[in-house]
C-alpha cells in the first residue's frame, strides 16, 4: 500500500483551476522530486497535501487514512511535516527552542502546563541532537531571527525532521543559496531524510536528478508524468514543457 | 531553573523587607496598590507579550473576579461562608477562569484586530450589563464589603494596611512564580511560538486556537487573583473596575514596562502606580504629564524601559558599559532642564493668582518675566540635548564595539 | 405609533449619517493605512471645540470652513512625527499609539479649554423647524446634518473612484513600495489621507458639537461606537461603514423609542416573576434600557459569524 496517495485532486480558487485532476501514489521510503514550470501550481499542491488548503475534489490519503480538508495540526500528528520556500521559524525565539517546539507534540507533551521544560531530559537530548545534525549547535542559543539565510534554510529544515515524522515534503529547499551552500544542504537532507519518505519540490535539476527515485512534472495543474528520472529526461511532452516545441531533428 | 533561584530569593526578600523601608501611611498604601497591578498587568502580559493577543477588554476578568470577591467577604461576615479572607484571591481567580473559558472560547477562534475588537466588544457590553444587573453589581455605587469580618488568620484581623499588605506581598509571589513557571511549559512556550508564526505552528501539531485558549484562560485566572486583592484592599468596587479605562490601563503598564520581557509589567505597573499616587499629590495636571510621558514612550522606548535597560546588555558584555555615564550624563542635564521649564510651564498656565514656587524662585503667570526665565530655560534645556546627540550616539556605537580580546569570536 | 416610528428613523438617520462621518474618515486611515486610529473621535472632539472658539471670532460658518483645516493640520504633523516612527515597531504600537494620543488629547483639552461644558451653539439661520409631523418638529438643523454627511459621501466616493488621486491612493494602499517606484511621493501621501481622515472628524465635530454637546467627554461618548461601527460595516470598506453606521443609529433609535421589553416578552410566553426573584434585573428589562449595548452585541455577533464583517474584504 502506498504511503501517500493522491486520488483526482483539482483545486480552484474562484473560477480558475490551479490543480487539475492530479493523481499520485507515493511509496513509502522513496524520494520523490516535484519539477515543473513556475505557476505550475507546485506549492499549491504541498498545501494541499499538508491541510493549508482544502481540496475542491478528490481525496487524498496518507497511510490509508483519508486527510484532505483536515487541518494541518492534524495531518503534522499523523506523521507527515513540510518545509517552505519563505522561511517560516519562529524569529524572536532562539534556535534550540524552535526545534525544542516541533518536537514536543510527537514526544507526547500535548499541551502541558503543569511540565517544566528545562526538566525534560529526554527532550532536550533529543532537540540538541537535531541541532548537531543540522550543524546548528553553536548558534543554539540564539534568537532564529538573527540567523544567516542558509543557516535559517538549515533550521527551516531541522524543524520539519525533528518530529520524525515518516512522511517529509520540502518545498524548493535550497532556493537563494549559493553553489557550496546548496550543496551542503543537499548532503543535510540526504542525512535526515534517510529510511524516510521524501517528496521535494526543487528547480535545479542536478539536485533532482541526484537525490529522486521518481520524478512528477507538473505543468498548469496537471501531472504529465511521472517516472524514473532517466525516463523523464528523454520524454518529449516534459521536453516540450520546458523547452517549447521540441525540435524536430532531435 | 537553578540559576534563577537567587533572583527569587532576592525577590522574596524584597518583598519582606520593603514595606520596612516604606513605611509611612501613603508608602504602604503605594506598596498595595503595587501587589494588585504588577499580578493584573502580568496576567495581561500572558495574552499580549507572550501570545501576541491584544486584548482591550481584559478588566472584565479583574472586575469579575473583585465582584465576587466582595460578594464573597460580605458572605463571611455574615457568616454565610467560613473561610479565611486570606484565600479571597483565589475566589476571584476561579471566576476570572470560569469567565475567560467562557468568553475564549469563542472569541479566541480569531486573532488579531478581530480578537482586540471582539475583547472591546465584550467589555463594553458587560459594563453596559453591570449597569443592567444592579443587584450583583450594585448599579452606579457599587458593592463595599468588609475584610475584618472573616475568621482570623492566627489571630490577625486585617485592620491594618500592613497586614494587608504581607498577604498581597504573598500572592504577588506565589502568582508571580507560577506566571513564572507557566512561560517554562509546552503551553507557555507554544504561546510564544504562535505569537511568532501561528502558522507555522499548526504545522508542527499544534492547534493555535487552543493553544490561545489555554493562555486566555490562565491570563483570566490570574486578572481574578489581582481582583480578589483589590477587594481585600479597598472593600469596594464599582463597573469602573471592570471598564475599558482599567484595560487600558493595564495595556500601557504591560507596553510602558515592556512586552517582550517577563519583568517588563512589573516594571511598568511600578512605574504607573508611582506616578498615579505621587504626581496627583503635587500636580492636577498629572494626567496630562502622563499622556505625553506615555507617547514618548511608545515612539523613543518602543520595548519599553524594560528593554531600555536589556539595550545596555551588550556593551555590558563588552565591559564598555562605563563609556556611557559621561555622554548619558551630558545628555541627562540639558533634558531635566528642559523637562522642569515644560513642567513649570504648564504648571503656571493654571495656577491664575496663585505663585509657583520653582526651584527656589516665585513665579507668577501675570509677570512677563516668569514666562520669559521659563521659555529660556526651555530652550536652553532643548538646545542642550540636541547639541548632546552626535556625542551620544558616537559613545553608543563605541560601546556596542566588541572589544579586541573578543574580536575571535566576532562573526 | 406611526409619528414615532417616522421620527426614530429619522433621528436614527441623523445619528447614522453622523456616526458615517466620523467612520468614513476612520475608514480611509485604515484602508490607506492599515492604523486603526483610536484618537479619531478625539479629531473629532477638536473639531467641535476648535469650532466653537472660532465661531466667536468668525461665526458658525468661520467655524465650519477653518475649524476642519486645523484639525487636518494637527492630523498630519501627529502622523508626520508620531505616528510614523512607530509604523515600523509593528500594529500594536500603533494601536497603542492612537491610544495614547487619545488619552492625551483628552486631556489637553480639558487643559486649553477647562472641563466645563461649552455653549456651542448652532446658527440662527437653522433655527426653524424643516417640517411638522404629526405635532413634532424636525429641526432644519438636523436637515443640514443630513445633507453635510451625505455631500461628504458623494465627494469621498467621486475622489476615490474617478480622481487620479484617488486611484493613486488606492494603489498605495496594497502596494505602496511599487507607487513608489513610480515616482509618487508615498509617505506624503499617507500624511495627506491621515490629514483628511482626521479633517473628516474635525467636520463631524463641528457639526454634532451643538447638538451632542461640546464637553471633554464627547469623544469618549462617540469613539467607540465608531469603532463598532466601523468593524460591523468591514474593516476597509466605504459602503459597509455607510451601512452600519446608518444599522447602528437606526437600530439605537428604535430600541429607545420602542418601549417595550421582558415584560411584554414574559407575558406572550405565558410568565410573569415576583419581584424578589433573584434575576429581576433581567426581567424588567427593557429595550431603551439596552438600546446603548446593541451596537457591541452586534458587534460580538457580526465577529463571531462573520469575522470580515458585513462588506469587508480585507484579509487580517
Known sequence: ?250 | MKKQLPVWLGFALALVFLPSIFDSVLGISILNQMTIWIIFALSYNMLLGQGGMLSFGHAVYFGLGGFMSVHALNLIADEVLVFSITLIPLVGGAVGLVAAIFIGSFSTRKSGTVFAMISLGIGELIVASSLIFADFFGGEAGVTGDRTYGPPFFGIEFLQDAEVYYLGAFWLFIATLFMYLFTQTPAGRMANAVRDNPERAEFIGYSTRRVRFISFCAAGLFAGIAGGLFAINYEFITEENLNALTSGRVLLMAYIGGLGFFIGPIVGAVILTLMNSLLSNYSEMWMLYLGIMFLLTVIFLPRGFAGFIMMHQIPWQNRRLGTLILPYSVTTVPALVFLAAFVGLVELSHKGDDILPFFGLSLGAESMLSWGILLALAGIGALGVKLSRPRLAAAWAFANTPTADDRGDVR | MFEVFVFATLNGLVTGLLLFMLASGLTLIFSMMGVLNFAHASFYMLGAYFAYTLSAYLGFWGGLLFAPLIVGCIGAAVERYGLRRVHQSGHVAELVFTFGLAFLIEEAVQFFWGRDTKNYQSPELFDFALFTLFGQEFSAYRGFMIAIACLIFGALYFVLTRSRVGIIIQASISHPQTVANLGHNVPLIFMCVFGVGTALAGVAGVIAGPVLTTFPGMAAVLGSIVFVVVVIGGLGSLPGALIASLLVGLLQSYAIAADVGMPELLHLLGLSFDSSHPLNDLWTLNLPQIAPVLPYLLLVLVLIFKPTGLMGNREQ
Open chain 1, 1 to 250: 500500500m502506498s504511503l501517500l496517495t493522491l486520488d483526482s485532486v483539482c483545486k480552484s480558487f474562484g473560477s480558475t483551476r490551479i490543480i487539475n485532476d492530479v493523481s499520485l501514489d507515493i511509496e513509502a521510503g522513496e524520494k520523490h522530486a516535484i519539477i515543473g514550470p513556475n505557476g505550475a501550481g507546485k506549492s499549491t499542491l504541498f498545501h494541499l497535501i499538508s491541510g493549508r488548503y482544502n481540496v475542491s475534489s478528490g481525496a487524498i490519503g496518507f497511510k490509508g487514512e483519508v486527510i484532505h480538508n483536515l487541518p494541518p495540526y492534524e495531518i503534522a500528528r499523523r506523521g507527515l511535516a513540510r518545509s517552505f520556500q519563505v522561511t517560516n521559524i519562529f524569529p524572536r525565539m532562539s534556535v534550540f527552542e524552535n526545534i525544542r517546539c516541533a518536537l514536543l507534540w510527537s514526544e507526547g507533551y500535548r499541551y502541558s502546563f503543569w511540565q517544566l521544560l528545562g526538566r525534560q531530559r529526554k527532550l532536550n537530548e533529543k532537540a540538541l541532537d537535531v541541532l548537531e545534525q543540522i550543524g546548528l549547535s553553536d548558534k543554539a542559543q540564539l534568537p532564529s531571527g538573527e540567523l544567516a539565510y542558509a543557516q535559517q534554510r538549515a533550521l527551516e529544515l531541522g524543524i520539519a525532521v525533528a518530529s520524525g515524522a515518516e512522511l517529509i515534503m520540502l518545498d524548493e529547499p535550497v532556493a537563494g543559496m549559493s553553489n557550496s551552500e546548496a550543496e551542503n544542504a543537499v548532503a543535510l537532507i540526504r542525512r535526515i531524510t534517510e529510511g524516510k519518505t521524501l517528496i521535494m519540490v526543487e528547480h535545479d535539476m542536478n539536485i533532482v536528478f541526484d537525490i529522486a527515485d521518481r520524478i512528477s512534472v507538473l505543468v498548469y495543474g496537471e501531472i504529465i508524468a511521472t517516472d524514473t528520472p532517466q525516463n523523464i529526461r528523454s520524454n518529449a511532452r516534459v521536453q516540450e514543457a520546458y523547452l517549447g516545441e521540441v525540435p524536430s531533428d532531435a
